[in-house]
């Protein structure tokens, strides 16, 4: 079956601290990936997303993720976390095969310390 | 602003009624996604639509259904409601409904059953 899993519902770093947060997806057919962001009160808005082009993928407020097909893994990280970043990040996937229909994780919530 | 709106943003309602959600997608979309996020379940797919036709449908209850309009604004109409369908409802669009494109999620609606 395809799924999404997130390792850590919740994340807590310093301001400054690298900021990786654990996607590991599960499909027999090629994936696209996607990295949302929900802050409180809103929409999801996209971060980045994989679609089978390049593996290292650049996306808004300096984050970034690296797909690994051999680990099935999509980790999104950034070098250094801002007080900005506190939200919840949702890892998905979706398939060639079955219009967007988006599988998502469970949510990280990623809180940042001063 | 991701340029979708959903109406109403706040619905209180009682066991046993009927309700309607509303989308307008951004301008030029013709791909329509409900999505419902609850503590249960996270967030789940619930059905799509491409220019006034089903494309891909998820765990969506039998008494819940959805339609585009030709003007491309859909509804989801949720019945015979039940506590357990408190949640947010995130409508999304994307231009046209393929695995691989972005989508771009309104604020939601939350639905508060008592």
């Known amino acids: 079956a395809q799924s999404v899993t997130q390792l850590g519902s919740h994340v807590s770093v310093s301001e400054g601290a690298l900021v990786l947060l654990r996607c590991n997806y599960s499909?027999?057919?090629?994936?696209?990936l996607f990295w949302y962001v929900q802050y409180p009160n809103q929409g999801l808005q996209l971060l980045l997303k994989?679609?089978?082009?390049?593996?290292l993928v650049k996306g808004i407020n300096g984050f970034e993720a690296e797909f690994k097909k051999s680990e099935t893994s999509f980790h999104l990280t950034k070098p250094s976390a801002h007080m900005s970043d506190a939200a919840e990040y949702f890892c998905?996937?979706?398939?060639?095969?079955?219009?967007?229909?988006?599988?998502f994780g469970q949510g990280t919530e990623l809180s940042v310390k001063p | 602003d991701s340029g979708v709106t959903q109406t109403p943003k706040h619905l209180i309602t009682a066991t046993g009624q009927r309700v309607t959600l509303r989308c307008s997608p951004r301008?030029?979309?013709?791909?329509v996604y409900w999505y419902q996020q609850s503590l249960d379940q996270g967030l789940q797919f619930l059905i799509q639509?491409?220019?006034?036709?089903?494309?891909a449908k998820g765990n969506i209850l039998e008494r819940f259904s959805a339609q585009q309009f030709p003007d491309l604004h859909s509804d989801l109409n949720l019945s015979s409601l039940e506590l357990g369908d408190s949640a947010l409802y995130f409508c999304?669009?994307?231009?046209?409904?393929?695995?691989?494109?972005?989508?771009?999620f309104g604020p939601g609606t939350r639905l508060l059953v008592l």
């Open positions: 994989y679609t089978s082009a390049a593996t």
């Open positions: 999304a669009s994307s231009v046209s409904g393929l695995g691989q494109e972005t989508q771009y």
């Open positions: 301008s030029g979309d013709l791909s």
């Open positions: 998905a996937v979706s398939f060639y095969n079955q219009g967007g229909k988006l599988i």
């Open positions: 499909s027999s057919v090629p994936p696209y």
């Open positions: 639509y491409y220019n006034g036709e089903e494309r």
